[in-house]
């Protein structure tokens, strides 16, 4: 009996409906495949705000470093949007990501067969779309310094921020990006601004040295404009992306509408991980927010955070077997039909969160042990 400690992460807003089903799922699907999972329930983002006067309290990102991998639902929400910048929900999950070092996050956006008709692009431009978007998480302008918010000679009020990356930030990313693409399709494409920002002028350039390590991966560059236009125009076109923190935030989001909806896009941020070759635990969260204007309706799409769960089995842990039960399972609900609001198409069958989970333990249950 293999045995693992998770942190679970529930969060605000829908983060705590969502990561409910996940729980189950993931117990279910251990208790099938003879792993125990020990779960530890921890406060975190505009809870934890309200709980203890801080996003992420240290005893919550002292669990998460001590345990096998962290689940997270969503943070955020309307009551602390005007809040300092340290005493924002989102500051916590910047200080979770930074502490527990995980560099390299992986956003996969495939279009499944049988959501097509909820893809808000034709069937012919989506049908079959499988992109994998490996976003830079620790860096950017994100974290660049110098930020802040002064006044300038003209009294003018000003707010600031630096996109800045070192040199060995963008080949660690680059390297997981290329070990990606490998075991894909051969194909990475860098996305940047190298027309006009430096940050991305050496970005360009250490990609490119990067790319004669992986002699057998086809390497091109793009500018995050016309990225965000070939997305829509033909996305077929991309098998890995590379991007930097912000830009692969909004390609991520953009990217997920192609599947039918950001309820169904799940994420792998690594640091020292199992890409990496070293210990430390991933985190694994959906990539969608806490959706204020749906939170508490039982109207939440729980099957990103049951694939990232899927994605904590597989990067995480290496449990390959479990991780591919939870996929077959996901998938063998949506072929009975079974649809939340936000991928919802004529002739399915609308569902809740908590209806949805259940099938989808049905069909965890009812997998036959993965060949
Ligand atoms: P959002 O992703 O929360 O919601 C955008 C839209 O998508 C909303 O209409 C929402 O109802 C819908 N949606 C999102 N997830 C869904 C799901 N699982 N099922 C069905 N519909 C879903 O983005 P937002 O509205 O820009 O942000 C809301 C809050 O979440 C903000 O406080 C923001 O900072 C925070 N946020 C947190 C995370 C995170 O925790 N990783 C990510 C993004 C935004
Ligand atoms: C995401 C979110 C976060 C980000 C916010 C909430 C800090 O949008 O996980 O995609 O920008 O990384
Ligand atoms: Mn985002």
Known sequence: QKRYSITLLPGDGIGPEVISVAKDVLKLTGSLEG???????????????DLVGVPLPDETLAAAKNSDAVLLGAIGGYKWDNNAKHLKPETGLLQIREGLKVFANLRPATVLPQLVEASTLKREVAE?????????????????????????????????????YAAYEIDRIARVAFETARKRQGRLCSVDKANVLEASMLWRRRVTAIAEEYPDVELSHMYVDNAAMQLVRNPKQFDTIVTNNIFGDILS?????????????????????????????????PIHGSAPDIAGQDKANPLATILSAAMLLKYGLEEEDAARRIENA???????????????????KLVGCKEMGEAVLRSVDSQVHAA
């Open 253 to 285: 989001d953009e990217a997920s509408m192609i599947t039918g909806s950001i309820g169904m896009l799940p994420s792998a941020s690594l640091g020292s991980s199992v890409l990496t070759k070293s210990r430390g635990p991933g985190l694994f969260e």
């Open 35 to 49: 792993i125990e999972f020990n779960f530890q329930e921890m406060p975190m983002g505009g809870s934890a705000l």
């Open 128 to 164: 079959g779309v499988d992109v994998m978007v490996v976003r830079e998480l620790t860096g950017g302008i994100y974290f660049g310094k110098p930020r802040g918010f002064r006044t300038d000679e003209n009294g003018e009020e000003v707010g600031f921020n630096t996109e800045v």
């Open 330 to 348: 996901v998938l063998d609900t949506l072929n009975k039909g079974l649809r939340t609001g936000d991928i919802y198409s004529t002739g399915t």
